[in-house]
């Protein structure tokens, strides 16, 4: 992770922290509209796209800082209903979307770019994809024993009673599972048992 980060470039960037952050995939982060970002008090607010599951995450002074970076680089969407997105290619077009045309196809320029970085990085290998930073929030974020607050910032659901009874989870719950993640990144090299 400390070499993809050392070595990506924006937007990539901003995409990589929030899937490491957040546990966000491709079409999280291709989907992420500007009003569910709030960089001053430096959380987020976004349903899952995939499942509509409310979810919240903290965000680290790094990802924050990326962002507001990416923002000022971010090119003019194409099309008017992606104005609010918080990225756009460098075409003015979805991250992840299906083309347009007579042959219709499924287009991941987020995982297409995080694939070419893993090439550059001697880094790839078979099914280590964008999505490997969701599974990597998930692993490093049971760390904090509170598989709660690591659901609810992936926006996953149990399907049980708790689940269903459950009105709310704390802000420093959702905190303790990032700040794991984040002592695991910045932890030191050396350090094996983490």
Same mark, same amino acid.
């Given at each position: 992770?400390?070499?993809?980060?050392?070595?990506?470039s924006q937007p990539l960037q901003s995409m990589v922290l929030l899937?490491?952050?957040?546990? #966000?995939?491709?079409?999280?982060?291709?989907?992420?509209? @500007?009003? &569910?970002?709030?960089?001053?008090?430096? *959380? /987020? %607010?976004?349903?899952?796209?995939?499942?509509?599951?409310?979810?919240?995450?903290?965000?680290?002074?790094?990802?924050?800082?990326?962002?507001?970076?990416?923002?000022?680089?971010?090119?003019?969407?194409?099309?008017?209903?992606?104005?609010?997105?918080? #990225?756009?290619?460098?075409?003015?077009?979805?991250?992840? @979307?299906? &083309?347009?045309?007579?042959?219709?196809? *499924? /287009? %991941?320029?987020?995982?297409?770019?995080f694939g070419k970085l893993l090439h550059r990085l001697g880094l790839?290998?078979?099914?280590?994809?964008?999505?490997?930073?969701?599974?990597?929030?998930?692993?490093?974020?049971?760390?904090?024993?509170?598989?709660?607050?690591?659901?609810?910032?992936?926006?996953?659901?149990?399907?049980?009673?708790?689940?269903?009874?459950?009105?709310?989870?704390? %802000?420093?719950?959702?905190?303790?599972?990032?700040?794991?993640?984040?002592?695991?990144?910045?932890?030191?090299?050396?350090?094996?048992?983490?």
């Amino acid at each position: 992770m400390r070499s993809i980060l050392k070595a990506v470039s924006q937007p990539l960037q901003s995409m990589v922290l929030l899937g490491i952050n957040c546990g #966000f995939g491709q079409t999280d982060v291709a989907n992420l509209p @500007r009003a &569910s970002l709030d960089l001053d008090t430096g *959380w /987020v %607010d976004f349903p899952r796209p995939k499942t509509g599951i409310e979810r919240r995450c903290p965000l680290w002074a790094e990802t924050v800082e990326a962002l507001r970076e990416a923002n000022t680089h971010r090119p003019t969407p194409k099309d008017q209903a992606d104005a609010d997105l918080v #990225f756009v290619t460098k075409y003015g077009q979805r991250w992840v @979307r299906n &083309s347009s045309g007579a042959k219709q196809s *499924w /287009v %991941d320029s987020v995982g297409a770019q995080f694939g070419k970085l893993l090439h550059r990085l001697g880094l790839k290998r078979n099914k280590l994809s964008f999505y490997a930073l969701r599974h990597t929030f998930e692993t490093i974020g049971g760390e904090a024993r509170d598989q709660v607050a690591v659901d609810h910032i992936m926006g996953q659901a149990r399907n049980d009673m708790a689940s269903l009874y459950r009105e709310r989870i704390s %802000d420093e719950r959702l905190r303790r599972v990032t700040d794991v993640i984040h002592g695991w990144l910045s932890s030191d090299i050396s350090d094996t048992s983490r």
